[in-house]
């Protein structure tokens, strides 16, 4: 097999290995009341680091697709229509954009330096918490305060940690050139 498809197999295989992951993440939640406190966003900003902008959000979208086909994924392992569209519906959309805005990191000017890498991953945790308190607000019908309450305060020290260890595993993997698209 010529290097190029090599190259693109082992693209697509951390691809599946980083929808794998959230997939497994899902299962390891604290339910602690409408959206529980999960290992997923590790993983999420972990494959943007690790996969760039395109392939990131790609493996959320393979993640995604294997839910809305029935296999148990999402947290707590649910599956289904109901969980795109219930509660927790607005942080699996903002998965994508947070994994996007992770891989933006990789392509940084700057570089993939902690600096970038920070940047960006409290860009994606901003936006995936905006992305799933919108969606809270109005499943639930409940106040924007309310919405705030139960589905970001929660979260903000835990997921900041997860942004810091999901950065330094990816630089740690880019160091050593393990990363799909390195020479």
């Known amino acids: 097999m010529p290097n190029n498809s090599l190259t693109d197999l082992h693209g697509l295989i951390w691809t599946a290995l980083m929808a794998a992951l959230v997939a497994a993440g899902a299962y390891l939640i604290v339910p602690i009341g409408p959206v529980p406190v999960s290992l997923q966003p590790l993983f999420v900003f972990l494959a943007g680091y690790a996969l760039g902008p395109r392939r990131g959000p790609l493996a959320m979208g393979l993640y995604m697709l294997a839910g809305l086909l029935g296999l148990p994924v999402f947290a707590g392992g649910g599956a289904g229509l109901g969980h795109v569209f219930g509660p927790t519906g607005g942080y699996l ?22 600096s970038s890498g920070l ?46 260890a999901a950065l330094f595993c990816a630089r740690h993997l880019h160091r050593f050139g393990l990363l799909p698209g390195q020479r």
């Open 119 to 164: 940047a960006f991953g409290g860009g994606a945790l901003l936006t995936l918490y905006a992305m799933g308190a919108v969606w809270l607000k109005f499943v639930l019908s409940i106040s924007w305060t309310k919405a705030w309450l139960a589905g970001v305060v929660p979260f903000i020290p835990w997921d900041g940690l997860k942004v810091v």
């Open 93 to 114: 959309f903002g998965f994508l954009a947070a994994s996007w805005l992770c891989g933006l990191a990789r392509t940084s000017t700057l570089g993939f330096t902690w």
